[in-house]
């Protein structure tokens, strides 16, 4: 947990995370922390942030930026519009439309995570589990971030 912690300030550190973005992690981390009859289930001592999707105004340019700042490839397209960057894995996920600038949805990777023990494990917390779209599996926060849940 302290790695993530970690990287959560980084991020907002470098500008990469809004104040809020920071706050929810925390906060998502803390109610993880404390759901110890679920540790067993679902291993949220183990999450790491998979990845960050974000809305680009300019697919092209954005892609061009990763690559010449960080080094990072193309790891995989959804479609024409959803490009994965990385460096053999996905970092961040970047999807042409509007608003441009925004985060659209962070992901946790948990291993061994499934949706069926993952949607009873949220439901019973008072949260709607969303399936669908290409954010798969996830649920929002108490500002509606969408937070995906992975399988790590």
Same mark, same amino acid.
């Given at each position: 947990m302290e790695l993530i912690i970690s990287k959560l300030l980084s991020g907002y550190e470098k500008g990469q995370l809004s104040r809020r973005d920071l706050i929810s992690?925390?906060?998502l981390l803390a109610a993880g922390g404390t759901a110890s009859a679920a540790q067993d289930e679902i291993a949220f001592k183990d999450a790491t942030i998979d990845h960050i999707s974000i809305h680009v105004a300019d697919l092209q340019r954005s892609?061009?930026?990763y690559q010449k700042m960080f080094g990072f490839s193309v790891v995989s397209r959804?479609?024409?519009e959803i490009v994965r960057l990385g460096n %053999?894995? !996905?970092l961040v996920s970047i999807?042409?439309? @509007?608003?441009? %600038?925004? !985060?659209?949805?962070?992901?946790?990777?948990? @291993?061994?995570f499934n949706t069926e023990t993952g949607g009873r494990y949220f439901t019973e917390r008072g949260a709607t589990p969303l399936q669908g779209d290409y954010a798969g599996f996830h649920i929002k926060d108490p500002d509606g971030i969408n937070v995906q849940i992975s399988q790590r």
């Amino acid at each position: 947990m302290e790695l993530i912690i970690s990287k959560l300030l980084s991020g907002y550190e470098k500008g990469q995370l809004s104040r809020r973005d920071l706050i929810s992690g925390l906060a998502l981390l803390a109610a993880g922390g404390t759901a110890s009859a679920a540790q067993d289930e679902i291993a949220f001592k183990d999450a790491t942030i998979d990845h960050i999707s974000i809305h680009v105004a300019d697919l092209q340019r954005s892609i061009e930026f990763y690559q010449k700042m960080f080094g990072f490839s193309v790891v995989s397209r959804a479609d024409p519009e959803i490009v994965r960057l990385g460096n %053999g894995r !996905i970092l961040v996920s970047i999807n042409h439309g @509007p608003p441009a %600038g925004v !985060i659209d949805h962070f992901a946790l990777g948990i @291993p061994r995570f499934n949706t069926e023990t993952g949607g009873r494990y949220f439901t019973e917390r008072g949260a709607t589990p969303l399936q669908g779209d290409y954010a798969g599996f996830h649920i929002k926060d108490p500002d509606g971030i969408n937070v995906q849940i992975s399988q790590r």
